[in-house]
Structure formats: C-alpha cells, structure tokens
DNA sequence: GCCGTTTTCGGCCCGACTGTTTTCAGTCG
C-alpha cells in the first residue's frame, strides 16, 4: 500500500464529508492526506515504527484508520460513506461551478452521480431549473464536460511557460504597467499546471484588464471585474490576471504565488502575532505594515524570504523560522549538460552545433549521450559506430570552441539487470548513463534489481529517468528507492532529475528524498536537438522544489571535478 | 478531526466574482 494510494482514500473522504456539509472534518482530512502524499518515507515503515501521529495533521483517530487500510487494505468508514454518497465526486467537482454544494444538490434533486448523469441532466435543461441555477451555469457545465473529456485538465509546465512568458512580456510592455510578474504554480514551478496567474500592478487596472482580455490568443472571455479578470486561450490554457495598486505588489505577489497551503499557513502566523494577512497587505489593526515587497510580509513575520518553489507547506516554515533553508541552487550555477542526443542516434543536430549552443549558454562542457540501445526507433549507436562518434567528438574538441565535449551514451540496462554493451567499449567512455526503455510493466523488485545492479557496474556513472514516467502518458514504474538510494551511495552513481517537460522524472518529492539520503544527483535535459538545451531551466526548477543545492548537483561542478567524480 | 509560547476546549484564512438574485450563497484560488 503506497502513500498516494492512502493519501487519496483521505482525499475521497473529505470530498464526501464535505457535501454532507460536516464542518472541519474535511479540512483535517485533506491535511492529512497531504502530508500523507508528501512524505518521503514510505508509510508502512513509519507504521511499523509507531510513528504515524508524528505525521502532521495525523491524530489518533486517522492514524487508527491508516492501520486499518495497511492491515486490510481497506477501509470500512470509507464504504460507508460511499453508500451515503454514491456520487464520482472528484470529475463531478473538477467541472467548473460544481462544487461540493452543487453535486449534492444535483444528486438529491436529480440523482445526478456521474459525469453521464450529468451530462444527460444538462442537455435536457433539466439544471437550470434548479433552485440558484440557471442557462448560464447548464452552459458553462457541459463546455466543462467537454473539457474534462478532451483531458485538456492540466498542462505541462514546459509547454505553457513560452507562451505565458509572451503573455507576461506584451502586457508588460503598456506604458500603464508599473510592476509585472508571473504568480501561482507556474512561478512555483509546478510541473503542471492547471492555470497560468500572471499579477500586474497599474493605476489604470481598466485599461490593462481591457487589453487583456482583447489580446489575439484569447478564445473565451470567463470573467471580467474591476481587478481580476480570466480568459481561455486558443490552445486551452486559462491564464487569469489580477490588477492591484502599486503599493501592495509585494502581498499580493505573496499571496498569488500559494501554495494555498503555504499562505494558510502564513495568515495563522499573523493571526498569532496580533496581524492580518491578505493580498492587500499585512495589517495590525488598520495599519499596514508590509505590502511593497514580498521580502517585507516574510520579515515582518518573523522569516526570512522564502522562494517561491519551496512554498507547499511542506516544511518550509518551519525551516524559515529557525533559519534552516536550504541555499537553491540557480540555472546559472549549471556548468554544462550531460545528457544530449546528436545526429548520430535520434537527435536533429550534429554535435558541433549542439557544442556551439551549449557554449552560447555559457556552458564549460557538453557530455554527447547518443543512444546504445535495442529500440529500433531511436536509430541507436551499435559499438563501431560509437567509436566512430567518439573520433568525431575528439575532432570537435581540437577545434577548441571554448567549450569541452565529453564522450559518452545512454545505454540500455536490459531484462536482467546488465547493460547492453560490454564494459571494454564502456571504460573507452569519459561517462556512461545507463537506463531503462523496455519491460516496464516488471514488478517493484524486478525494476528496483534491474536499477541496482546497473548500478554495479563500475562504468555507470548515472541513472536516467529513474521512474521512466511520462506525465500524461505513461505511469512511472514502480522503483524502491531506498534501495536505489544506498546503491547509488555504495556505487558512486548519480541519478539524473531528467529535465524533459514530460518526464521531470526524478519527481521533486524524490529529488528531495534523495539529497536528504546524500544521493548526489546530475540534471540532464535529454536534449534531442540544440533547443531543448534550455529546459534545464525545468530540471533546476524540480531540484530547488526538491530543496537541493549547488552542492547536490554534480553539473554544477566545474571540469576539474566533474572528470575527477566520474573517474570514480 | 487536529492542535496548542494565549488554549486539552474552542478555534480552524481571506477576499473577488458570478449567477441568480434583489442581498447572497457557492465557487474559486
């Protein structure tokens, strides 16, 4: 049993005791199930040692019931309550205007349970007759039904981020725009994304609301007010903006940014402190006394500034009051890329002119990482035409471009655990990144000794993709990483926070677990042409919300060191 | 249901916008 699996019966619980109207409850167990999902630790191990109710938000009550569910995987007060509500809550309450109020009263007035039901519900104009419903609200379910069948849900991060920077840059280049910045998960990094907030601080909030709505990708105007206003893009994307004077940029920067947990989590800290904090500033009384920079809220509470990745509440408060925040490391402490694909297997460029636009980034060395492999598809390096490369790459370095090239591959690890090339060709290399792309529906502990003992051999440098997931495509297999963590300790092997916009794999929550078990890690950007050198920025993103440091980072060590590590 | 440098009982974040209403509940973030 796995701790997402334990933190969603939770999720589901508060969903239902919410529509049942029960005060509170809901609140604890959505805290707790946050928590839950968000240890590094695995849950069953924390039960064995008796320590369930050091989880916060975990009591006596709901650490009994995690009990139940490990013992018996499964839980009785959850069946209950499912015969109470016999509703699909989580897709009912992903649709626009249904909330937990609204599906309870579709289902007793209609016995609307499904997205079916409702749909059905909706098309014979059956909502609007509803008490506090009407044809705008039927209209606006079905489009969200639409929506929700087109799993147009969430977005990658990588893929909104060019298009919201667009965005960011027009607006802010109106005369009337004093401050601009890109708020929410997207300034936190999230690796999704459901919404883009961007914040802009004028005295002219009309005009620049007005400009907004009216810029050519907008499709669909969703609200418009005073100072906020949302739209829906061409593509999907909601991007919502928030307009506020200037003097209050800084709280209501604060504020916009979340995690809503975070700043929850803030406003108690000013309540105990005798204050008030809103996006208009935090107050003592009537007084404002911080509201021009975010920095200011921070130090008026009694922290340090905390960055926007760290913010989920998820230890970071803690860690601010007692000055114990981690130094993130920055996209400009990365000194060269590992992990890039060229011509030679199924890249777009050749290496030279993956070299020249690793040096335009400022790079000092580029590790060429071509594939050895048995998938047909990516046009895989075989051992002659790697020593081939390995000339070619030799030739490049002559031309001293002002930047490094090391030899290197990504070789497949294959059914049994071993790589597909033999470790004479390998001790040729300068570094050797080894990887799973087959059998990846093996069970945990097949997967986890495939992982390991990969790692054994003693020309495996990195682990990529340690999860193989691709967000919205593919499910992560399932890997044992405490046993992946002290091999890679044992061995010297780095995993890699692999920096494509649809694997982030490490995951942050992992990158976390392994900087705090001493794993060093390597960000690659599995770049397949000389463009996608600038998603390390996405990597950098998952290691600072996974709290690590320069130090953590072996790319982030220069030539010297980097060579030195990889020497083992 | 959880939690505690105000508390083991009594709190539990705060505000804007919308639709459907004639003053506000529900949703959203």
Redesign the pocket.
């Known amino acids: 049993m796995k701790n997402q699996e334990i933190a969603e019966i939770f999720y589901e619980i508060a969903d239902i005791l919410e529509i049942q109207g029960v ?3 809901p ?3 959505r ?2 199930a946050q928590n839950i999902e968000s240890l590094s630790e695995d849950i069953v191990d924390v039960y064995k040692k008796g320590k369930l ?1 050091d989880i ?8 009994r019931k995690i009990e139940e569910i490990i013992k018996t995987g499964k839980l009785k007060y959850l069946r209950k309550l499912k015969k109470q509500v016999p509703i699909e809550l989580e897709k009912m ?1 992903s ?9 309870k009263l579709l289902f007793d007035k209609l016995k609307v349970k499904s997205i079916k039901d409702l749909k059905k519900a909706a098309k014979l104009h059956k909502i ?1 007759k509803l ?8 209209r ?1 379910i079905l489009e969200g039904i639409k929506t929700l069948e087109g799993s147009k849900g969430r977005f990658l991060l990588g893929h909104v981020l060019p298009a919201t920077r667009e965005i960011e840059e027009e607006i802010g280049r109106l005369p009337e725009v004093k401050q601009i910045s890109l708020a ?1 998960s997207v300034r936190r990094m999230k690796e999704t994304v ?2 883009v ?1 961007v914040l802009v601080s004028t005295d002219k909030p009309k005009k620049v609301i007005k400009f907004f709505v009216g810029m050519d990708d907008v499709k669909r105007v969703l ?7 949302s739209v829906k893009l061409s593509g999907g994307l ?1 991007v ?1 903006i928030r307009v506020v004077e200037n003097d209050y940029f800084g709280s209501a920067l604060q504020y ?1 940014t ?1 995690s ?1 947990e975070h ?2 989590e803030l ?2 800290i ?3 402190k005798g204050f ?5 500033g935090l107050f003592k009384g009537r007084k404002v006394i911080a509201g021009k920079k975010e920095v200011y809220v921070y130090k008026k509470l009694g922290l340090p500034f905390i960055e926007p990745e760290l913010r989920e509440d998820k230890g970071e408060i803690e860690a601010a009051a007692s000055y114990k925040l981690p130094k993130l490391v920055k996209e400009k402490d990365v000194k060269g890329d590992l992990h890039v694909h060229t011509k030679w297997s199924d890249g777009s460029d050749r290496i030279e002119e993956v070299a020249r636009a690793a040096k335009e980034r400022g790079y000092k060395y580029l590790g060429i990482s071509d594939h050895v492999s048995r998938v047909r598809i990516v046009h895989p390096l075989d051992k002659r035409r790697l020593l081939k490369q390995m000339k070619e790459i030799e030739k490049v370095n002559k031309k001293k471009l002002g930047i490094t090239l090391l030899k290197g591959a990504e070789v497949d690890i294959d059914k049994n655990g071993k790589l597909i090339l033999s470790n004479d060709v390998l001790k040729k290399l300068d570094f050797v990144i080894a990887s799973i792309h087959s059998g990846f529906k093996s069970d945990v502990r097949e997967i986890t000794n495939r992982i390991v003992k990969a790692m054994e051999n003693p020309f495996v440098n990195v682990i990529a993709h340690p999860t193989g997931r691709l967000m919205q495509k593919r499910k992560p297999y399932s890997v044992d990483f405490d046993k992946v963590f002290e091999a890679a300790k044992d061995n010297n092997v780095a995993l890699e926070i692999n920096s494509f916009p649809d694997r982030l794999d490490l995951n942050y929550v992992n990158a976390r677990a392994a900087k705090e078990k001493g794993v060093k890690l390597i960000i690659g950007t599995d770049s397949h042409s000389k463009e996608h050198l600038g998603f390390m920025e996405l990597g950098v993103g998952v290691a600072r919300r996974g709290w690590c440091g320069k130090k953590d980072v072996l790319n982030c060590l220069d030539y010297g060191k980097l060579k030195k590590w990889l020497n083992k």
């Not at 916060?56 to 650490?63: M, T, Y």
């Not at 609200?223 to 206003?229: E, I, N, R």
Request: charged letters at 35%; glycine letters at 12%; hydrophobic letters at 30%.
């Open positions: 005060d509170w409850k609140n604890a167990y805290k707790a109710e916060p938000g975990v009591g006596e009550n709901i650490s309450m649709i626009p205007a249904i909330g937990p109020r609204t599906a609007r008490k506090g419903m009407g044809e705008k609200t039927e606006e929410g459901h919404d907030d609200a418009k007010g005073s100072t906020k206003a909601q919502d916009f979340g809503k700043n929850i406003r108690k000013a309540i105990r008030k904090l809103s996006e208009y």
